[in-house]
C-alpha cells in the first residue's frame, strides 16, 4: 500500500475546476518532484493535501496510510503525520517564533498521547535542529516570521518540518525567493530528512533544486492532471523541451 | 420665567438613592456642600445618553436605566466571601489596599507592610476630618462627566495614597474592590499622590464574591504625578458577569514624568473605563495601553482624552479589543493638542477583532490639534481573524480553537508587552490565557 494515494481527484475553487482527474501513488521513502507551469494546479495539490479551506473536492479520494484524508480537519492530517512547507510562510508578530514551535510540537504530541516536552528538553531539541540549519537563536525569539530573509523564511519552515517529523513532506516550491547559498542549505536539511519510513512532494517550476534534492520519481503536471511521469532524466528533458508539449497534449 | 425641569423615572430613582445615602456619606460641613454642589451637577445632566459625543456608544440611560441602592456595609459574612476573591485575585508581592462594597477593609489589607516613604489613609478617614478647602477639593474633584459628579457626590471610602519625594516604592501597591451584594450600587475613590521624582506601581482590581450579581460599580482616581516621577497604573476589570463597571481617572502629568497606564477589562455586562490625562510639565511622558475581552452580551468601552498642554510631550495609545458572540466594544481616543505645545509627539491605535459575525466594534480616534510644529497620528481597524494564519497553524496541528487562541494572543501581545513592572505583564497575560481557555 502507498503511504499518499490520490484517486481520480477533481477540485475546483469558486466555481472554477483547476484538478482535472489527477492521480498520483507515493511510496514510503520516495521522493517526488512535480513540476510544471505557473497555473496547472500545483500549490491546489498540495493545499488539498494538506487541508486548506476553500476548495471544492468534486470527485476523487485522497489516501494516506489506508486512511480517507479528506474526512480529517487540517490540523488532524499534521497529527497523521501530513507537512505542507508553504511557498509563502506568514508572518504573525507577537508570536515569537518559539512559543509557536512549542504548541506546534505538543499540539501534535498530545494528539499523539505521547508525553509533551519539558521546557528543558524543547529548548535543547529546538537548538540542536537550529544549529544544524544554521538558523541563529535570536530569530527563533522574534517574531514567527517577521522581518525574515526569503531564505530565513523557508529555513524556518524546514526547522519546523525537522522538529515535527512528519511522515509526507509536500515542499511547495521551496526555492522561491532563495539565493544559490540558502539553497544549498534548504536542500540540505530536506536531505537530511529523507528516510526509508518518510515520503517527499517536491514541487518546482525549475530543474536547478533537483540538482540539490535528487528525486525518485518527477512527475509534470498540465492543466490539472498528470500527463508523465519518469525518473530524474525527466527534468533534464524538461529543461531542454519546455511545458508547451505537455500543455498541447492535454 | 421659571424653569420647570420634568425628571424621569430614573432620575427620580436617583434623587432617592442620594437622599437615602446622605447619612451615611462620610463628611459634613465644607464636604457635604462639595458633595451636594457635585450632585447638582449630575442632576443637571442625568445618566450619559447617546446624544451626548463622548457617550455616543454607551447610552447608559439605555444600557442601565437607573441608579441602584446603595450597598449596605459588609457584614462579617460578606468579609469572608470577599477574602476568597481577594486571595484568587492577588498580585505576587502586592501590598493590598481592599475595599468591599465601598468600604475600606482593613482586616483584609496589608497596611502593616507598607513601605516607607509611602503614607495611605482612609478617604472616609480624609473626609470626615478635612477642613481644608484644597485639599477636600483635590479628592473630590470632577470634570464635566455626569458619572465623575456622580462619584464626587456619593463616594462611600478609598484611599488617600501619598508617596514622598524620590521614594521608588518597590512592591506594587494593589486596590481591591470586591463586590458581594446583589442589585446594589458602589462608589469608591482614590487619590494618589507622587512627590517628584518618585517611583511607584499601582493596580486597580474589580473583582466579585460568590454569590454577588447584578452590582453597580462607579469608581475614580484621581493621581498627581510629580516632576520627574513615574507610575505604572493597571486597571484590571473582572467583575460579575451582569455587575456594571464605570470607573474614571482624572490624572495629571508633571514635567520629565512618566505615566505608563495599563487596563484591562474581561467581564461584566457594562463595562466603561475613561481617562482623562494631562501632560502638565514639559518632556513628560504617557504609554497607554488597553485590552477589552468581549463575549456573550457584554458591551466594553474604554474612551480615553489626552491633553497635550505644554510642549515637548510625548503619548503613545494602544487599543485593542478582541469580541466574541453578540458582544460589542468601543474604543474612543481624543488627543488634544493645546495652542502653543510645540514639538508634541502623540500617536494612537484602535484595532478591534471580531470572532464572530454578530460582534459589534466601534473604534473612535480623533485629533484636536491647535499647534503646528507637532507630529499625530492616528490608525483604526477592526475585523477578522486571518483565516490565512489560521490554516497555517492548523497545517502544523494546532486545533481550531488553539490557532486562535494563539493569534488572540499575539494579537493583545503588542498592547500586553509594554506593561511595566514586567511582573505584572505575566499577570496579565495569564488572565488572558484564562478568558481564551473559556473558549475551547
Redesign the interface.
Known sequence: MALLEVRDLHVGIEGCEILRGLDLAVNAGEVHAIMGPNGSGKSTLSHVI?????YQVNAGQILFNGEDLLAM???E???RGV??A?QY??E????TTM??LR??LN??RK?RTQTEFSTPDFIKRVREVANSLNIPQSMLKR?LNVGFSGGEKKRNEIL?MAL?EPSLCILDEIDSGLDIDALRIVAGGINSLRSSERAMIVISHYRRLLDYIVPDVVHVMSKGQIRKSGGKELALELEACGYAQFEDAA | MKQVMTKTVAGRATDDVFAAAHGRLPGSGLVAHIRARAFEAYQRAGLPHRRIEAWKYTDLRTLIGAVLPLAPRPDAAALMRAAVSVKQTAVDRAVKLVLVDGIFAPELSDVDSLEDGVDVWSLREVLEDTTDSAMAGLVLSTTTDAVISLNAAMATDGFVITIAEGEAVKRPIQIVHVATGSLVSNFTRSYLQLGQGAHAAVVESFVSAEGASGYQTNDATIALVGDEASLSHIRLASDAADAVNISSSIIAVGAKAKLDFFSMTCSGSVSRYQGFVTLTGEGSKLSANAVNLIRHKQHVDTTMVVDHAVPHCTSREKFRAVIDECGRSVLQGRIVVRPGAQKTDATLTTRALLLSDEARADNKPELEILADDVTCGHGSTSGALDGALVFYLRARGLSEKDAQALLIGAFLGEAIEEIVPESLRDFVTAQTEHWMQARR
Open positions: 494538506s487541508g486548506k479551506p476553500g480537519e487540517a490540523s492530517r499534521a497529527t507537512f505542507l508553504f510562510p506568514v504573525i508578530p507577537g508570536a512559543n509557536f504548541a506546534a499540539a501534535q494528539a517574531g519546523q515535527l
